[in-house]
């Protein structure tokens, strides 16, 4: 049983790559050194106050006062899961808005927590009015109603404020999905009065993935606590997890310290260049690569008002081969771009300038790249 | 709402512990500068490279040839919820051995699951035999039975063989927690006919914590494909999560990778020290600490048959301060050890002797530590 020596891998040595996808972006050398820091233990005094300073600086991030503010142990999808689970019991009533990957998921999480689902089924690539949503609700009330911020399917910003008014009048906690806006556009939770909100820490924030910020409301905290079953997920029950990250500072999961380390770092690199330079940004040099690819022939799949900054989607044009594309890229600059997901593989491409990622430098690359490889398929 | 500069904190600095508790462990310079290797897309043709290796070395550190063994992105605690919700169906039926804080959790995990579970009740700090696992079964079948190898609350190795002779009489599968065993202990997945098994990073495998190694036999991915009811986690569902570490390769959720560089440099170093010559240290190192602890006055918890060799439990002497002496520990040699849990809190510390921190210095230094901090006690 024993493997042979021969037959153990050689160590790693991964490419330098310039990823330009839909996530995971591009990681900052100081972000990458902080995580190799010496681990911790769990509840060492130096950890609990680099925990006390991450949640300090993740509530600025999201604009929120919010006390329950913290990164789950687990990718966005994890944070995900952890807004349904905790905030549905069986037979709740949710509104989802449904017009992309994530949406779909959004809705499936929330049915396998036992939810009532009315999905509101929208046009791939367009963002959803207050009025679409409002006229597929088949309940008076609801329990919840979740849209995505930032639709990393599809590269489309949905409008927060005119769902909020929607979810106020069907009574209804208020929950979206930032996993690619966080860092990259305003997520103003408490402005907003958003009620659970997560993101993941490989977009915007320029971390590696593997862990998931969320913030929840007192309205969302009051709905926790007057449940009447556990959560079904112990590993992501924030009773508990409250616990660890709260003042008692009980013990219920070994959290990822060094992936923490890494946040840490990446939120001081985000509040250093502050929050408004950071979204402008976003949108100066998506600016630059929007008409580059125009100029390219290239069409963005959603329209300037609705378009997501850290994410721009073009078709694919006729007789192009995406494969061909996207691995000449890889091969010859040493640069990722994104395919499609769902009905949009293979006829687009998912182009990211997230976080430190977002410079005029990647945005002139990919384009010279995307010239390079359209021209070879002649 | 943005933070002023002055708010921001500074870089991290953490100290460089010696971490001797229940993990954490020590983690190797090589594996920390693997971790921080340039990250690259989860669908990066050298990082599917990298995602074949790590699943070769787990197997051969599991000492299986199962198909489905690959690292979950959680810590421990979501392996655990993974075997149980992926085998688990509302109804089955579940008996598991209880005795200590991590065989609580499994039936409690199974609860939520909506298994109909029989707790077996054993003594805190003792193996169970068969004969007192089979008196406490109720029902004449079970679907699961389910029993902790390496009790990390009070640091007892239960013996594996005898456990699945009773899972055949009762018709069960049969799954092991091996978080605190596994590279530490022998694990032999295949020969014990184990049905399921998770452990973590953070242990004898000296990475940092976040990843779950799981395997699962083929009867139980049987069980799993003949399931009524989707998996009720929609992040640890294995249906899905095989379609990206399998052939397909289709996208489920962002991989951690940086994390998963870590963990193939850690496999990498066990396998180049050998499981056998690995096993042998930490029981060499543990015979060092265990004689000297004994020479200070402090009983070990466990019998020399029961123990687990990377964690050792002893009483905590009457009259003796147990923050005191750990804080002293932390303070004066950087070095941490563990508090107890559940009924050990306050009478039992817990020292790990894991993975690259299995060491004769280690165990001197400890016993140096201890012996100044019962000292300055008396």
């Given at each position: 049983?024993?493997?042979?020596?021969?037959?153990?891998?050689?160590?790693?040595?991964p490419?330098?790559?310039?990823?330009?996808?839909?996530?995971?972006?591009?990681?900052?050398?100081?972000?990458?050194?902080?995580?190799?820091?010496?681990?911790?233990?769990?509840?060492?005094?130096?950890?609990?106050?680099?925990?006390?300073?991450?949640r300090?600086?993740?509530r600025?991030?999201?604009?929120?006062?919010?006390?329950?503010?913290?990164?789950?142990?687990?990718?966005?999808?994890?944070?995900?899961?952890?807004?349904?689970?905790?905030?549905?019991?069986?037979?709740?009533?949710?509104?989802?808005?449904?017009?992309?990957?994530?949406?779909?998921?959004?809705?499936?999480?929330?049915?396998?927590?036992?939810?009532?689902?009315?999905e509101v089924?929208?046009?791939?690539?367009?963002?959803?009015?207050?009025e679409?949503?409002?006229?597929?609700?088949?309940?008076?009330?609801?329990?919840?109603?979740?849209?995505v911020?930032?639709?990393?399917?599809?590269?489309?910003?949905?409008?927060?404020?005119p769902?909020?008014?929607?979810?106020?009048?069907?009574?209804?906690?208020?929950?979206?999905?930032?996993?690619?806006?966080?860092?990259?556009?305003?997520?103003?939770?408490?402005?907003?009065?958003?009620?659970?909100?997560?993101?993941?820490?490989?977009?915007?924030?320029?971390?590696?993935?593997?862990?998931?910020?969320?913030?929840?409301?007192?309205?969302?905290?009051?709905?926790?606590?007057?449940?009447?079953?556990?959560?079904?997920?112990?590993?992501?029950?924030?009773?508990?997890?409250?616990?660890?990250?709260?003042?008692?500072?009980?013990?219920?999961?070994?959290?990822?310290?060094?992936?923490?380390?890494?946040?840490?770092?990446?939120?001081?690199?985000?509040?250093?260049?502050?929050?408004?330079?950071?979204?402008?940004?976003?949108?100066?040099?998506?600016?630059?690569?929007?008409?580059?690819?125009?100029?390219?022939?290239?069409?963005?799949?959603?329209?300037?008002?609705?378009?997501?900054?850290?994410?721009t989607?073009?078709?694919?044009?006729?007789?192009?081969?995406?494969?061909?594309?996207?691995?000449?890229?890889?091969?010859?600059?040493?640069?990722?771009?994104?395919?499609?997901?769902g009905?949009?593989?293979?006829?687009?491409?998912?182009?990211?300038?997230?976080?430190?990622?977002?410079?005029?430098?990647?945005?002139?690359?990919?384009?010279?790249?995307?010239?390079?490889?359209?021209?070879?398929?002649?």
């Amino acid at each position: 049983m024993q493997a042979s020596p021969d037959s153990i891998p050689t160590a790693l040595t991964p490419a330098r790559r310039i990823l330009m996808g839909p996530g995971p972006s591009d990681v900052d050398d100081a972000v990458l050194s902080a995580m190799a820091r010496p681990t911790l233990g769990h509840l060492d005094p130096e950890f609990l106050t680099v925990m006390d300073e991450l949640r300090g600086m993740l509530r600025s991030v999201f604009q929120t006062k919010n006390e329950l503010t913290m990164p789950m142990s687990g990718t966005g999808s994890a944070g995900m899961e952890t807004c349904m689970v905790n905030l549905l019991e069986p037979g709740d009533k949710a509104l989802i808005g449904v017009n992309g990957v994530f949406g779909t998921r959004m809705a499936e999480v929330a049915r396998r927590a036992g939810a009532d689902v009315t999905e509101v089924k929208g046009e791939w690539g367009r963002a959803f009015t207050k009025e679409q949503l409002a006229a597929a609700a088949t309940h008076d009330a609801y329990d919840l109603v979740a849209v995505v911020h930032a639709e990393t399917s599809t590269g489309v910003l949905q409008p927060v404020p005119p769902v909020r008014e929607l979810a106020d009048e069907l009574g209804a906690l208020f929950m979206i999905d930032c996993v690619t806006s966080l860092a990259g556009h305003a997520v103003k939770i408490d402005e907003w009065r958003v009620d659970a909100a997560y993101s993941g820490t490989q977009k915007c924030l320029s971390c590696p993935p593997g862990l998931s910020p969320v913030t929840f409301s007192e309205r969302a905290v009051e709905k926790m606590r007057r449940r009447k079953r556990p959560v079904q997920s112990w590993y992501l029950d924030l009773s508990l997890i409250q616990g660890y990250w709260g003042e008692e500072r009980s013990y219920h999961h070994t959290a990822p310290i060094n992936m923490l380390y890494a946040l840490h770092e990446a939120l001081r690199l985000v509040l250093v260049e502050g929050l408004e330079a950071r979204f402008e940004r976003h949108a100066r040099n998506t600016d630059t690569l929007r008409a580059g690819l125009i100029e390219l022939g290239l069409e963005p799949r959603v329209s300037g008002d609705e378009r997501l900054n850290p994410l721009t989607t073009v078709a694919i044009p006729d007789g192009v081969d995406d494969g061909k594309v996207r691995g000449r890229l890889l091969k010859n600059f040493g640069l990722e771009i994104g395919g499609g997901l769902g009905p949009m593989k293979g006829n687009t491409w998912r182009i990211g300038l997230m976080g430190s990622g977002s410079t005029m430098r990647n945005a002139a690359l990919c384009l010279a790249g995307l010239r390079d490889a359209l021209a070879a398929q002649g």
